[in-house]
């Protein structure tokens, strides 16, 4: 299984954007899958995460409101919505997949995945 994450980019506070994460080789409905997030000199923590159903959602207290994950129609990819972005959301943001998921069970802990995207750059400038 590998995973691609793509649509980061350099916006200003307030603006939108749709992280994509493309997962090849199998569907991505047989997996739990995530999004993190590393800011410079910090460690990796969780952002959001949804479950192989795609009916459970989960989120960091800081962005819910503002990011909505979810599951595309070809079931092979997942997104990040992103909206009211700050300064402090920049990092770069990974997807993974947690092979091992119950059908509406969501992970949360990075142990928990099994693979994980390159990540993608977002830059959030005030």
């Known amino acids: 299984v590998q995973l691609q994450a793509s649509g980061g980019g350099l916006v200003q506070a307030g603006d939108s954007l749709r992280l994509s994460c493309t997962a090849s080789g199998l569907p991505s409905s047989t997996y739990a899958m995530g999004w993190f997030r590393q800011a410079p000199g910090k460690e990796r923590e969780f952002v959001a995460a949804?479950?192989?159903?795609?009916?459970?959602?989960y989120y960091k207290e800081s962005v819910k409101g503002r990011f909505t994950i979810s599951r595309g129609n070809a079931k092979n990819t997942m997104y990040l919505h992103m909206d009211s972005l700050k300064p402090e959301d920049t990092a770069v943001y990974s997807c993974?997949?947690?092979?091992?998921?119950?059908?509406?069970?969501?992970?949360?802990?990075?142990?928990?995945?099994?693979?994980w995207g390159q990540g993608t750059q977002v830059t959030v400038s005030s």
């Open positions: 949804i479950s192989r159903s795609g009916s459970r959602t």
């Open positions: 993974g997949a947690d092979r091992n998921a119950e059908w509406h069970q969501i992970s949360i802990l990075s142990r928990e995945y099994d693979y």
